[in-house]
Nanobody
Framework: QVQLVESGGGLVQAGGSLRLSCAAS????????MGWFRQAPGKEREFVAA???????NYAASVKGRFTISRDNAKNTVFLQIDSLKPEDTAVYYC?????????????????WGQGTQVTVSS
């Protein structure tokens, strides 16, 4: 079965950086669009960034210029580099996979989800 496993979260001071990873298995990774979402306490899960099979990218306006999504098809892994972290970036970050090679912001168009990794930014 399809599994998405996130890692790389943690506690970091404002202004710091983190690199999140999402290792995928059970699917033909190179054909899937991959996305990152996040959910802060008491808030809806929101789109952060996505990348298509040919590495076309999309970003939420709130993270553009600070977050970079990339993928390594040989390792079945998608990454999210997060720089200049802010306290408002605190959330659980989820990886998602879209069978239709979708790389947009709609949660409904992603078919598989990981369990999430916690990112906490202290001020």
């Amino acid at each position: 079965q399809v599994q998405l496993v996130e890692s790389g979260g943690g506690l970091v001071q404002a202004g710091g950086s983190l690199r999140l990873s999402c290792a995928a298995s059970g699917l033909t990774f190179s054909r899937y669009g991959m996305g990152w979402f996040r959910q802060a306490p008491g808030k809806e899960r929101e789109f952060v960034a996505a990348i298509s099979s040919w590495s076309g990218t999309n970003y939420a306006a709130s993270v553009k210029g600070r977050f970079t999504i990339s993928r390594d098809n040989a390792k079945n892994t998608v990454f999210l580099q997060i720089d200049s972290l802010k306290p408002e970036d605190t959330a659980v970050y989820y990886c998602a996979a879209a069978e239709r090679n979708y790389n947009g912001y709609s949660k409904a168009l992603y078919d598989y989800w990981g369990q999430g990794t916690q990112v906490t930014v202290s001020s």
